[in-house]
DNA sequence: CTTCATATTGCAACTCAGTCTCAATTTGAG
DNA sequence: CTCAAATTGAGACTGAGTTGCAATATGAAG
């Protein structure tokens, strides 16, 4: 179970479940986005029982611990993605195959920084998705 | 009726209806963001008889015809835009009282027409929203 | 270790945006 | 004008996400 979710359920009075736990820990182990539907199927796969009530009555929990954030919406519904131990990064994604392509830019986030304190608004967090087509998906090789 | 709306119409040979026209006609006369269903009662309000299942069938061919775009996803429900006679632009959104300030940097677009680049990508489109808070909700006067 | 108020759970019923089916109507090419 | 093909409205349906509730688990206090 990841001390800092761990440190938020203290901190805000709530109680560290067998299911709360069995879900941070299903998390930590995924690499890449998931969505809750995947992520429950999963832990009843791995034996787990917490229902599918509990999967989405967590998420906003690990949203508002920073442990998880929302990253994209598919087929109608959302995709979250962990955001503790891992990079920040915005998204390329290919409409044809769906890949994505992760990536991190410096200079895109200081521009940012500027644009923000031009327009005098506290930038929290942003969310950048790039759509197009991937090189696989244009049939090039190299 | 947006004349390159009624030719996308044609050239895909689809029949221009007054349904489609009014819905065209209605979101030519909107500002800013708006979901299907404001739409849909918009229109009734305005005394047309188009039913909710037409609103929900145009807006993927006002979609592909690059007429509108989806904006943002809030309390679980599309927002779309038209773009079509506006500029491009990106939005900042006040997490508080849901302020959305548009800006545009074409230092930022440059920059990720770099970024694709270097990924091998072909952007096509994007989606960049920056989360935060507001001036007039951090409460500071200037 | 026991007690007990409170938080949490599973289940199933529910909500609501969006989709689909189908019979009736409209469109526009010929 | 005719007629095949497209479109429509109504309402049934879908599926992600939410919620009420009774049963259960947690953990602070004693
Ligand atoms: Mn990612
Ligand atoms: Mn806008
Ligand atoms: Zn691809
Ligand atoms: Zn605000």
Redesign the pocket.
């Known amino acids: 179970m990841d001390k800092r979710f761990q440190e938020f359920?203290?901190e805000k009075?709530?109680?560290?479940?067998?299911?709360?736990r069995e879900i941070v820990d299903a998390i930590m182990e995924t690499t890449g986005h998931f969505?809750?539907?995947e992520l429950y199927r999963r832990l009843r796969d791995a034996g787990s029982?917490?229902?599918?009530?509990?999967v989405?009555?967590?998420?906003p929990l690990l949203i508002e611990s920073g442990f998880i954030e929302e990253v994209e919406r598919v087929d109608?519904?959302?995709h979250y993605e962990r955001v503790i131990g891992t990079q920040h990064h915005d998204h390329m994604i290919c409409t044809q195959c769906g890949k994505v392509i992760e990536f991190y830019s410096p200079t895109l986030e200081m521009l940012q920084d500027e644009l923000c304190c031009k327009e005098n608004f506290r930038k929290v967090r942003h969310h950048l998705e790039i759509l197009g087509i991937c090189a696989e998906c244009r049939g090039e090789h190299a």
């Open positions: 359920i203290v009075g709530l109680k560290s479940t067998r299911e709360r969505d809750p539907e029982k917490v229902s599918r009530a509990s989405y009555r967590t998420i109608k519904h959302a």
